[in-house]
């Protein structure tokens, strides 16, 4: 509470562009070219780019496109194969990163 009290100081000079570190991200700040935040946040710890690129892509499959009319366009068997190569490599990508994840087999051991 005693720091508030008493004039306040003169000349106090704002830092305007600095950087912050998290350890697995950087936060850059420059308060002139955005006063509400960082403006770039990178990402340090590069193990789940790819996953998450799959994903995008993978939810951009998925979102329906239109026509310029409105009406939604058809999905064709091209699209349909896209979008499950897609869903394929995201899956292996995830499994490779976490193990533990795959689903167990069920059902009879095969007879030899």
Not at 4 to 30: A, C, I, L, Q
Not at 46 to 64: S, W
Not at 69 to 79: L, P, S, Y
Request: hydrophobic letters at 20%; proline letters at 6%.
């Amino acid at each position: 509470m005693s720091e508030n009290r008493g004039r306040p100081k003169e000349n106090v000079e704002k830092r305007m562009k600095f950087t912050v570190d998290y350890g697995d991200s950087r936060w850059h700040y420059d308060l002139n070219k955005w006063p509400n935040g960082p403006y770039l946040v990178e990402q340090l710890d590069t193990t789940y780019d790819k996953l998450e690129k799959l994903f995008n892509k993978l939810e951009k499959l998925k979102e329906p496109k239109y026509h310029e009319n409105g009406r939604k366009q058809r999905i064709t068997k091209d699209c349909k194969k896209k979008m499950e190569l897609a869903e394929k490599k995201y899956w292996t990508e995830h499994y490779r990163l976490f193990p533990d994840e795959r689903p167990k087999r069920r059902g009879r051991k095969p007879s030899k």
